[in-house]
């Protein structure tokens, strides 16, 4: 299994600002934010075409998404994904006393894999109830 070593940075985008309009429910807001854009050469060195799915890990967690083709190319060893909760398992959750998050320049892996995308409940459901459970 090929795995690229890359600089992870987030950010909006008007896909994601209208996918919220159906609802963060909706399968448009997940179409829009459960994706990860990687530049053209990484996609070759990676062996995946636009749609395949591909695992993102960082020292703070992992996440599958659906891969998109960057036009924003070139940009070797940089992928882009969305602001969401699909993004966020991947953050540092300390904000260093700002409030906010890193969000851009996040070291992080990314490989081809079969695993589905989980929809927003069941990413919620796997990634956080026991915490809320055990928290009160």
């Known amino acids: 299994m090929v795995m690229l070593k890359v600089s992870l940075i987030t950010g909006r985008t008007v ?3 209208c996918g ?13 934010v459960a994706i990860c854009e990687i530049d053209p050469n990484d996609m070759k060195r ?7 799915n591909v695992k ?38 300390k904000t260093d006393g700002t409030g906010m998050p890193s ?11 079969e695993e589905k995308i989980l929809e927003l409940q069941e990413l919620l459901l796997q990634n956080y109830s026991d915490k809320k459970l055990r928290s009160g």
């Open 103 to 113: 969000l851009k320049g996040i070291e992080a892996t990314i490989e081809p894999t």
């Open 46 to 52: 990676l062996k995946i075409r636009e749609g395949d």
């Open 15 to 17: 896909d994601q600002g």
């Open 20 to 32: 919220k309009e159906y609802g963060k429910l909706s399968e448009e807001y997940l179409r829009s």
């Open 56 to 93: 993102v890990s960082t020292s703070f967690g992992s996440v599958t998404l659906k891969v998109k083709k960057s036009i924003r190319a070139p940009h070797s060893g940089v992928i882009f994904i969305p602001y969401g909760p699909w993004a966020n398992l991947l953050m540092n959750p």
